[in-house]
């Protein structure tokens, strides 16, 4: 008995020895013999475990990012509508009753550098924004016309745009405002400037210069730079007569704002008078500080001897409400727009805004040149 005992457990022995010593394979095989199942292993490499990490550190980046981004996008937005919000109901019901269609004269070489900063600041708030160029760009709303990025053909592009916006655009827009690529607008002010006054009335407003040379007497044009804004009415009635050469100037030179000027007089176009009730200057050919700071104090200076009305340099012959510049950099389009729709003072006093009085046609009153200082 004790010999076939020892014999049992020298097999028992054996087999175990076998099985320690047996591949991974077979001893997994006797855990499911043994247990009924299969156990269930998991390795990865170093390799494998490395990669894994950099996907999932990639995806929580993408992640947040997304989030990040989704977040500016909310609050910029609501930050728009809260402006928006904050300047209505007047400015709202403005620009639903005094519809303006911008366009704004520019180039290629500019389209990067001015113009698109344009349609991300002043632009938006048009009803409408188009850029008259020579060439179309992939963020613009471009009208291409075949003439030479030249200012010698200003005059020629102008009549072309105009002529190209009441054939194709005139349905958009009560009002049609040209600027420069160098201009800022403010759009709210400018409606305000304009409500008064019907589109069906032949006008047009901007900074008034003497139209020298004119044989007729006492008339003004408009300044180029600080733009100009005609109504429906002058618009039909500037294209129906521009092909008339006793009236309008035919040949695409000469200066595009003088021979605005001269044609439109000569068709019955009124130029009105776009200074405040305290008669300060609304639209202007330079930049802010110009007027404010100005260096220029001598009557020799140009702008004084072509100025219409008397000009003025001081720090309180600025309107309050100023409708646009001249020779603005597109940093400082930025800057106009934080200061103007962004920027909050505490206790600054609220403006109790209201909307002028309708003008009726037979009330229009054009006063005529004060400035004493012009010479015929």
């Not at 305000?192 to 019907?198: A, Q």
């Not at 940093?331 to 505490?346: A, G, N, R, S, T």
Request: aromatic residues 14%.
């Amino acid at each position: 008995m004790s010999e076939h005992k020892i014999t049992l457990e020298q097999l028992q022995h054996e087999q175990l020895v076998q099985v320690v010593r047996s591949t991974p394979k077979k001893r997994e095989e006797l855990q499911v013999l043994l247990t009924g199942a299969r156990p269930t292993l998991y390795r990865l490499s170093p390799r494998r475990l490395c990669g894994f990490a950099v996907v999932c550190s990639i995806a929580l980046i993408a992640l947040y990012a997304y989030w990040d981004l989704m977040m500016l996008t909310a609050l910029s937005d609501r930050r728009e509508l809260g402006a928006r919000d904050s300047r209505k109901p007047l400015a709202a019901q403005l620009e639903r009753e005094v519809r303006v269609l911008c366009w704004v004269m520019t180039t290629p070489k500019y389209h990067k550098t001015r113009a698109v900063h344009i349609l991300r600041t002043w632009g938006k708030r048009c009803n409408k924004i188009y850029f008259i160029s020579s060439a179309p760009d992939d963020e613009l709303d471009t009208i291409v016309l075949n003439k030479t990025d030249s200012y010698d053909v200003l005059w020629g592009k102008t009549k072309e745009a105009f002529t190209y916006l009441y054939e194709n655009k005139r349905h958009e827009a009560d009002w049609f405002m040209k600027a420069d690529d160098d201009t800022y607008v403010f759009l709210e002010n400018m409606r305000h400037m304009l409500y008064p006054y019907s589109p069906d009335m032949p006008i047009y407003f901007g900074y008034n210069y003497k139209l020298f040379y004119n044989p007729f007497g006492n008339a003004s044009y408009m300044s180029g730079g600080s733009g100009y804004v005609l109504s429906r009415e002058a618009l039909r009635i500037f294209v129906h007569g521009l092909n008339d050469s006793s009236k309008c100037r035919q040949e695409d030179n000469h200066a595009e704002d003088v021979e605005m000027g001269i044609c439109l007089y000569n068709l019955g176009v009124i130029a009105g008078d776009s200074r405040d009730l305290t008669l300060r200057n609304r639209f202007f050919p330079m930049a802010p500080y110009t007027l404010l700071m100005s260096k220029y104090n001598g009557l020799d200076f140009w702008l004084f001897q072509y100025a219409y009305y008397n000009p003025r340099a001081c720090r309180n012959c600025l309107s309050e409400y100023p409708v646009a510049f001249h020779y603005v950099s597109p940093e400082d389009f930025y800057v106009y727009d934080y200061f103007c729709y962004e920027l909050e003072i505490y206790e600054r006093p609220q403006v109790q805004e209201l909307l002028p009085e309708k003008i009726l046609p037979g009330q229009l009153y054009i006063p005529p040149s004060d400035n004493r200082y012009y010479q015929t």
